[in-house]
């Protein structure tokens, strides 16, 4: 079945793990919320079995690094990427160029430890049985943020931006890897309903914003928003869990 094949092709693209499509198709961008399920699946089962087991902050540590390695640090990359081009003075031109070196920039450095240090000083905020269930959420938040960012924005460069573009445009993408996320975040997470809606305002200021700067989107801008929206969603929802 063609569903079948989008799907493995999207697990084997966006983790580490061989789903048995060795060539990768575009359609498989429907299933973008799929492999970040999986991994916050994953992450979410280890959490819930070690809780009891060791300290909070190894938890948090845990928690983010189990989706690091599932996603072969694709995002990470990412995020490194990003900083440096928003760091960089100049013409979306020179931004772009920047963010294609291979080396590591102050940009980056500082990118990753605001979205991490902020990450993870979330997590180790809150009671240890909240943490495996922060994470999912977290996840589902991730996709989300992606889809807003990506759905009918302009590519940019020759990657994953515009080898995604047709098919990120349709409303089946944002069918699928919005509204997947969004109704499962309703139903298992219902009391985090304001931050979910927080944080999807949040997502379209960035998209705005980084359309500013960059003039569109390639596969660094949309992997790294993604980090940026799971940051979101850990801060805002220990601040909901505080209200409470």
Known sequence: MKISKYARASISFF??????????????????????????????????EIEGFVSKFILAIIALSIIGIIHGAQNLDALFDLGDGLMKRGEAEKRLKVMKDPSVGAGGLFMFFVVYGISVSALFSVPKNKIPYMILFSQLVDIIFMSVVFFRNKPIGEGYGKFFSVISSRWTFLITSFGIPFILSL??????IVVLFSVIIIAIILRLYLYKIFGGVNGDIVGASGEIGRMFALLLSTISIFLV
Do not use: D, H, K
Not at 34 to 47: A, E, M, Q, R, T
Not at 187 to 192: A, C, D, I, R, T
């Open 15 to 48: 983790t580490i793990i061989p789903a048995g499509n060795a060539v990768f198709i575009p359609e498989a961008i429907y299933f973008l919320w799929l492999p970040y399920l999986l991994s916050g699946l994953v992450s979410f089962i280890v959490l819930y």
């Open 187 to 192: 139903l298992l997470f219902p009391e985090y």
